[in-house]
Protein backbone atom coordinates (compact mmCIF):
# COMPACT_ATOMS: atom_id res chain seq x y z
CA UNK A 1 0.00 0.00 0.00
CA UNK A 2 1.28 3.39 -0.58
CA UNK A 3 0.92 6.84 1.08
CA UNK A 4 1.75 9.67 -1.69
CA UNK A 5 2.74 13.12 -1.62
CA UNK A 6 3.39 15.46 -4.38
CA UNK A 7 5.81 18.09 -5.11
CA UNK A 8 7.66 19.51 -7.92
CA UNK A 9 10.97 21.13 -7.64
CA UNK A 10 9.97 24.27 -9.36
CA UNK A 11 7.36 24.44 -6.50
CA UNK A 12 10.15 23.92 -3.55
CA UNK A 13 12.75 26.39 -5.94
CA UNK A 14 9.69 29.29 -6.40
CA UNK A 15 9.69 29.63 -1.89
CA UNK A 16 13.13 29.36 -1.71
CA UNK A 17 13.64 32.19 -4.05
CA UNK A 18 10.52 33.98 -2.63
CA UNK A 19 12.13 34.48 0.58
CA UNK A 20 15.69 35.27 -1.03
CA UNK A 21 13.98 38.05 -2.93
CA UNK A 22 12.20 39.81 -0.44
CA UNK A 23 13.56 42.30 2.29
CA UNK A 24 12.41 41.13 5.52
CA UNK A 25 9.49 43.48 6.48
CA UNK A 26 7.68 42.68 3.38
CA UNK A 27 4.25 42.06 3.60
CA UNK A 28 4.32 40.86 0.02
CA UNK A 29 2.25 37.13 -0.50
CA UNK A 30 1.21 34.47 -2.89
CA UNK A 31 -2.78 34.23 -2.30
CA UNK A 32 -3.77 31.26 -4.25
CA UNK A 33 -7.56 30.10 -5.68
CA UNK A 34 -8.37 26.46 -6.40
CA UNK A 35 -11.23 25.35 -9.06
CA UNK A 36 -11.80 21.93 -9.90
CA UNK A 37 -12.39 21.84 -13.67
CA UNK A 38 -12.65 19.36 -16.66
CA UNK A 39 -9.39 17.78 -17.86
CA UNK A 40 -9.92 19.84 -21.34
CA UNK A 41 -10.21 22.96 -19.95
CA UNK A 42 -7.61 25.59 -20.88
CA UNK A 43 -6.41 27.28 -17.61
CA UNK A 44 -4.88 30.70 -16.99
CA UNK A 45 -1.27 29.16 -18.01
CA UNK A 46 -2.65 28.92 -21.95
CA UNK A 47 -2.69 25.10 -21.87
CA UNK A 48 -5.03 21.96 -20.34
CA UNK A 49 -4.31 18.90 -18.03
CA UNK A 50 -4.92 16.83 -21.65
CA UNK A 51 -1.70 18.40 -22.71
CA UNK A 52 0.20 17.20 -19.92
CA UNK A 53 -1.59 13.58 -19.35
CA UNK A 54 -0.80 13.26 -23.37
CA UNK A 55 3.01 13.87 -23.09
CA UNK A 56 3.82 11.88 -19.98
CA UNK A 57 0.98 9.00 -19.72
CA UNK A 58 2.64 5.70 -19.73
CA UNK A 59 3.77 3.16 -19.32
CA UNK A 60 7.09 3.29 -19.48
CA UNK A 61 9.66 0.20 -20.33
CA UNK A 62 12.81 0.59 -17.79
CA UNK A 63 15.65 -0.52 -16.53
CA UNK A 64 16.36 -0.61 -12.71
CA UNK A 65 19.47 -1.45 -11.24
CA UNK A 66 19.56 -2.32 -7.89
CA UNK A 67 22.41 -0.54 -6.16
CA UNK A 68 22.39 -2.33 -2.46
CA UNK A 69 22.59 0.13 0.69
CA UNK A 70 26.17 -0.45 1.77
CA UNK A 71 27.06 -0.19 5.59
CA UNK A 72 23.53 1.05 6.91
CA UNK A 73 21.09 -1.98 5.86
CA UNK A 74 20.39 -5.51 5.02
CA UNK A 75 18.37 -5.17 1.65
CA UNK A 76 17.20 -7.40 -0.80
CA UNK A 77 17.81 -7.17 -4.09
CA UNK A 78 21.34 -5.86 -3.24
CA UNK A 79 22.71 -5.52 -6.58
CA UNK A 80 22.02 -6.53 -10.28
CA UNK A 81 19.16 -4.94 -12.98
CA UNK A 82 15.67 -6.19 -13.83
CA UNK A 83 13.21 -4.76 -16.57
CA UNK A 84 10.65 -2.33 -15.18
CA UNK A 85 7.54 -1.23 -15.92
CA UNK A 86 6.52 2.75 -14.72
CA UNK A 87 3.22 4.30 -15.46
CA UNK A 88 1.54 7.45 -14.68
CA UNK A 89 -2.11 6.78 -15.92
CA UNK A 90 -5.04 9.48 -15.61
CA UNK A 91 -8.39 7.67 -14.28
CA UNK A 92 -10.52 10.19 -14.39
CA UNK A 93 -9.46 11.69 -11.35
CA UNK A 94 -10.09 15.51 -10.04
CA UNK A 95 -8.47 18.27 -11.94
CA UNK A 96 -7.62 21.20 -10.34
CA UNK A 97 -6.68 24.98 -11.42
CA UNK A 98 -4.90 26.69 -8.90
CA UNK A 99 -4.41 30.69 -9.64
CA UNK A 100 -1.20 32.30 -7.59
CA UNK A 101 -1.73 35.88 -7.44
CA UNK A 102 0.48 38.83 -5.69
CA UNK A 103 -1.10 40.24 -2.73
CA UNK A 104 0.61 43.11 -0.87
CA UNK A 105 4.00 44.65 -0.96
CA UNK A 106 5.43 47.54 -1.58
CA UNK A 107 6.07 48.21 -5.72
CA UNK A 108 8.86 47.14 -7.28
CA UNK A 109 8.96 44.25 -4.55
CA UNK A 110 9.70 40.37 -6.90
CA UNK A 111 7.90 38.36 -5.98
CA UNK A 112 7.23 34.76 -7.85
CA UNK A 113 3.31 33.92 -7.70
CA UNK A 114 2.79 30.84 -10.49
CA UNK A 115 -0.29 29.38 -11.46
CA UNK A 116 -0.12 25.73 -11.96
CA UNK A 117 -2.64 22.94 -12.73
CA UNK A 118 -2.78 19.77 -10.48
CA UNK A 119 -4.25 16.22 -11.78
CA UNK A 120 -4.70 12.89 -9.57
CA UNK A 121 -3.50 10.46 -11.48
CA UNK A 122 -1.90 7.01 -10.38
CA UNK A 123 0.99 5.44 -10.75
CA UNK A 124 2.44 2.13 -11.25
CA UNK A 125 5.50 0.43 -10.69
CA UNK A 126 6.36 -3.69 -11.18
CA UNK A 127 10.12 -5.44 -11.73
CA UNK A 128 10.67 -9.00 -13.71
CA UNK A 129 12.44 -9.84 -10.47
CA UNK A 130 9.24 -9.46 -8.31
CA UNK A 131 10.85 -6.79 -5.77
CA UNK A 132 8.29 -4.27 -6.63
CA UNK A 133 4.79 -4.52 -7.44
CA UNK A 134 3.26 -1.41 -6.73
CA UNK A 135 -0.01 1.12 -7.25
CA UNK A 136 -1.00 4.29 -5.39
CA UNK A 137 -2.21 7.45 -6.22
CA UNK A 138 -0.27 10.84 -6.75
CA UNK A 139 -0.59 14.09 -7.35
CA UNK A 140 0.85 16.01 -10.59
CA UNK A 141 1.80 19.76 -10.34
CA UNK A 142 2.94 21.54 -13.30
CA UNK A 143 3.17 25.23 -13.87
CA UNK A 144 3.55 24.95 -17.99
CA UNK A 145 3.23 22.99 -20.68
CA UNK A 146 6.43 21.91 -21.13
CA UNK A 147 7.07 20.79 -17.22
CA UNK A 148 7.90 18.07 -16.16
CA UNK A 149 5.76 15.82 -14.11
CA UNK A 150 7.88 14.50 -10.74
CA UNK A 151 5.46 13.14 -7.98
CA UNK A 152 6.66 11.42 -4.79
CA UNK A 153 5.42 8.16 -2.99
CA UNK A 154 5.71 7.25 0.38
CA UNK A 155 5.98 3.72 0.87
CA UNK A 156 4.26 1.49 3.72
CA UNK A 157 3.75 -1.66 2.52
CA UNK A 158 5.32 -3.39 -0.64
CA UNK A 159 3.43 -5.54 -2.14
CA UNK A 160 6.68 -6.97 -4.03
CA UNK A 161 9.23 -9.23 -2.67
CA UNK A 162 11.64 -6.36 -1.96
CA UNK A 163 12.94 -5.79 1.46
CA UNK A 164 15.14 -2.86 3.70
CA UNK A 165 16.37 -3.42 7.30
CA UNK A 166 18.77 -1.20 8.81
CA UNK A 167 21.28 -1.95 10.95
CA UNK A 168 20.92 0.15 13.76
CA UNK A 169 17.09 1.26 15.49
CA UNK A 170 16.17 5.13 14.88
CA UNK A 171 13.13 6.41 15.65
CA UNK A 172 11.61 6.91 12.08
CA UNK A 173 11.73 5.15 9.12
CA UNK A 174 10.57 5.51 5.37
CA UNK A 175 10.60 4.54 1.97
CA UNK A 176 10.33 7.29 -1.13
CA UNK A 177 9.47 6.23 -4.49
CA UNK A 178 10.03 9.35 -6.87
CA UNK A 179 8.63 9.21 -10.20
CA UNK A 180 9.46 11.76 -13.36
CA UNK A 181 7.93 11.90 -16.66
CA UNK A 182 9.00 14.37 -19.29
CA UNK A 183 8.85 14.35 -23.20
CA UNK A 184 10.58 11.15 -24.58
CA UNK A 185 11.72 9.69 -21.29
CA UNK A 186 11.13 8.97 -17.61
CA UNK A 187 13.68 8.37 -14.48
CA UNK A 188 13.20 8.16 -11.01
CA UNK A 189 14.87 6.49 -7.60
CA UNK A 190 13.63 4.43 -4.98
CA UNK A 191 15.47 5.84 -1.35
CA UNK A 192 15.26 4.60 2.18
CA UNK A 193 16.02 7.18 5.19
CA UNK A 194 16.07 6.74 8.49
CA UNK A 195 16.07 9.65 11.54
CA UNK A 196 15.62 10.28 15.06
CA UNK A 197 13.21 12.36 17.05
CA UNK A 198 14.75 15.73 16.60
CA UNK A 199 15.55 14.68 12.70
CA UNK A 200 19.25 16.06 12.74
CA UNK A 201 20.56 12.69 12.35
CA UNK A 202 20.02 9.92 10.08
CA UNK A 203 20.96 8.11 6.99
CA UNK A 204 19.47 7.79 3.76
CA UNK A 205 20.55 5.39 0.86
CA UNK A 206 19.19 5.19 -2.89
CA UNK A 207 18.53 1.93 -3.23
CA UNK A 208 17.72 1.90 -6.43
CA UNK A 209 17.68 3.55 -9.88
CA UNK A 210 15.68 3.82 -13.20
CA UNK A 211 15.79 5.11 -16.56
CA UNK A 212 12.97 4.54 -19.30
CA UNK A 213 13.58 5.82 -23.05
CA UNK A 214 10.32 4.26 -24.46
CA UNK A 215 6.75 4.24 -24.07
Known amino acids: MINTASATMRAAALAVLAVLILPACSSARCVETIATVSVDEVGPQGFSARETIDAVEGPWQCVLTWNGAGSVADVSPDG ?24 GGAPGERLGCLSSIEIDMAVVVTTRDGALGEEGSAVARVFGPSDDVTVELEVVDFAGSYQYQSLEDWARQGTTFVASFSRGRA ?7 TADESGSHGTTATVAEYRCDER
Do not use: N, Q
Not at 94 to 102: A, F, P, T
Not at 187 to 193: P, T
Open 80 to 103: GSTEAVVELRYDGGDVRHIGSVRE
Open 187 to 193: SGFLREW
